[in-house]
């Protein structure tokens, strides 16, 4: 915005297109390839900037698509507004597909090569070595043009991964694990609040590595403490923390402060002690129950979720057998359930045992409707209820969408401003949805 951009309505009007990038399975890398299809098809004159994990992993490859005129890596992000920022591009005319964190930076030398394309333009690759990155960049703080777009920010806090799963493509792409100081975070979340943010959800690749890197180390608990004692956010939101990350001292942190919401994502991967191993994961099925079950009783009404991975190469029935029982015996509330999907220079590409494709599809099936039972008696268990949920949008039928403050989606009766905390009596579930009304009757639930 400030060199002079706007946002368009829709990609089919910009005039430059930026698509930030997942590459941590070949699903997401064809969403990708399919995405910048259909933008150049809709819009042959526009501008495309492909950023993100897979134009760090395989730039030339991007390159190569009809339409493409940038591959910038992680390594370049930073520099984005000074790539694509030719006077030709008109103001009125920057469309972002997907949220983008860049910031202007001391400028360092980016390797500029060329790509073959077939077509009358050629992409222009910038990438370098992301683990000469030492420092996390802060990501400006903008002001949003509509209601719902200020409900519920992702504050990146730190980026990065110093372990070495052997599935993930995530390490080689995001660099080392480095942090953003807790004087910047601090900062940047005053900058949300003033901007009139309610929530503000705090986000990275290992958060619970947050000030690892520091010396002397710190620890992510400081961090949210820092958040609370000096700023006057309403609510904090965690995303997905590491099992081992789960401290006492963290779980503590939380569950005694209504300001932190009532919700913890903690990566399972499998239940199997032997798939844990190949995975090169640094926690047993054992420690991971144990965190589970210490975050259920300090929060009983908690939202607790996990990533659960089948089909990893050498997974036998009885380890999946061992992964959908701890599944059972544990409170989740939801899943997120994937299929293996070997991913280039990983360890476990090489694998043996590739599972077939119909046996990791039923073990997937398995896992979901096992998730989808879960996280329907959860939300069963707040029928007459009241709880605090924060307004996203106005929808059809005069109801108004909202999230709860432990992570359940709510249906409101009623148009509400949007961005704005209230208590909704819970009297129906329709779906994977609650639905409810402001100001009626019922027992608050607070932890």
């Not at 933008?39 to 897979?54: D, E, F, K, S």
């Not at 992702?154 to 995001?174: A, E, H, M, Y």
């Not at 992964?323 to 476990?348: C, D, K, N, Q």
């Not at 694998?351 to 494709?357: F, H, K, S, T, Y």
């Amino acid at each position: 915005m400030e060199r002079g951009f706007s946002r368009a309505a829709d990609s089919a009007q910009a005039a430059l297109v930026v698509l930030n990038t997942c590459t941590v399975t070949a699903s997401a890398d064809q969403d990708v390839r399919t995405a910048i299809r259909r933008v150049h098809r809709q819009n042959p004159q526009c501008r495309i900037l492909v950023t993100g994990c897979y134009a760090q992993r395989a730039p030339r490859e991007i390159a190569a698509i009809p339409g493409v005129d940038w591959v910038v890596g992680n390594s370049h992000k930073h520099q984005i507004a000074e790539l694509a920022c030719p006077s030709a591009v008109p103001a009125h005319s920057f469309v972002s597909v997907a949220s983008l964190a860049s910031q202007s930076h001391p400028h360092r030398p980016a390797a500029l090569e060329t790509g073959p394309v077939p077509s009358d333009r050629q992409a222009q690759i910038i990438v370098g070595d992301i683990f000469a990155h030492t420092e996390l960049l802060a990501a400006p703080v903008l002001d949003a043009d509509t209601d719902f777009e200020r409900t519920r920010p992702n504050l990146k806090v730190q980026d990065g991964c110093n372990n070495r799963c052997s599935f993930c493509i995530i390490p080689s792409v995001r660099g080392r694990s480095r942090s953003l100081s807790a004087a910047e975070v601090v900062r940047q979340v005053q900058a949300l609040v003033s901007s009139g943010y309610r929530e503000v959800v705090l986000s990275g690749i290992n958060l619970g590595r947050w000030g690892r890197d520091y010396s002397p180390p710190s620890k992510f608990a400081h961090l949210l403490r820092a958040i609370l004692e000096q700023t006057a956010v309403e609510k904090l939101r965690i995303s997905s923390v590491e099992p081992m990350d789960w401290t006492d001292e963290l779980i503590d942190l939380i569950s005694g402060c209504s300001r932190v919401a009532r919700h913890a994502h903690v990566p399972l991967q499998s239940g199997s002690d032997r798939v844990l191993r190949l995975m090169h994961r640094k926690y047993r099925p054992w420690h991971y129950a144990e965190k589970i079950r210490a975050i259920r009783a300090a929060m009983p009404s908690a939202a607790i979720g996990g990533d659960v991975m089948v089909g990893f190469p050498g997974e036998t029935d009885s380890d999946f057998e061992q992964t959908r029982a701890l599944i059972a015996e544990l409170p989740f509330t939801y899943l997120h359930v994937f299929t293996f999907s070997a991913r280039p220079g990983t360890p476990a590409a090489v694998l043996p045992d590739q599972a077939p494709a119909p046996i990791a599809r039923e073990r997937n099936r398995i896992l979901r409707e096992l998730a989808a039972e879960k996280k329907s008696a959860f939300q069963r268990s707040f029928l007459g209820s009241r709880l605090p949920a924060i307004t996203l949008k106005a929808g059809s039928n005069e109801s108004t969408d909202a999230l709860t403050d432990n992570y359940l989606k709510l249906r409101l009766a009623g148009r509400h401003e949007s961005n704005r905390w209230l208590e909704a009596h819970i009297h129906d579930v329709s779906g994977d949805c609650l639905v409810g009304q402001v100001g009626a009757p019922g027992n608050s639930i607070a932890s």
